[in-house]
């Protein structure tokens, strides 16, 4: 039988990934082990799983390379890609949020253009542009954004808030909230209709885990 192929998101969904799929009896704890393969394979249930960094995994599923992806919501908006988003998984539970110290959320509600880092350029552009119809400038950051206000480069950020420590050790307060996130399963728009058996039972056994 046919491989069917899943990408998984290094990082935080990582291990609630593995553990979504250990759960319905996977054999791909080795995804977790300090090995550097990139693909695990279950062949009792012809599951094949690629390990790729978060933002690659829609690139992924997009293009065929994989037929599923596990991935989280900010990943989807920011890269809207062309596929299927067939289920909120319920995990990896967090919040998009515009962040920076107490003294900005007025200016937040000003006519003065704001700098604004983050490592979601789209998302915050959209929120900024299209929702609040507010001009800003956008730097774009891979990390570590909380020092981006601390240092000057920007007034406030765009970021994940899942705890909120980083950002209580750094002084900085969650000013609004963008969307609430989690992790979701998405379907490439072909493999939905060629693999559309499999994929709807595997789908139909994750709804009954979650
Ligand atoms: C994310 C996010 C925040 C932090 C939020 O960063 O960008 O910095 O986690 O989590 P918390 O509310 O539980 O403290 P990540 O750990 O992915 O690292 P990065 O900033 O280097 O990308």
Redesign the pocket.
Known sequence: MKYLTIALAK??LAELSVELFTKLGCDCGEILSKTRKLIFTDEKRALRFLLVKAGDVPTYVEYGAADIGVVGRDTLLEEGRNLYEMLDLGFGR?RMCVCGPAEMRERLNSTSTMRVAS?YPHIAAEYFYGKKNMNIEIIKL?????LAPLTGLSDVIV?????????AENGLEVLEEVCPLSARLIVNRVSAKTERERISRLIGEIRSLI
């Open positions: 990082g935080r967090c490592k891979s990390g570590s954004v909380e970021d994940i808030v899942e705890s909120g420590k980083t950002l």
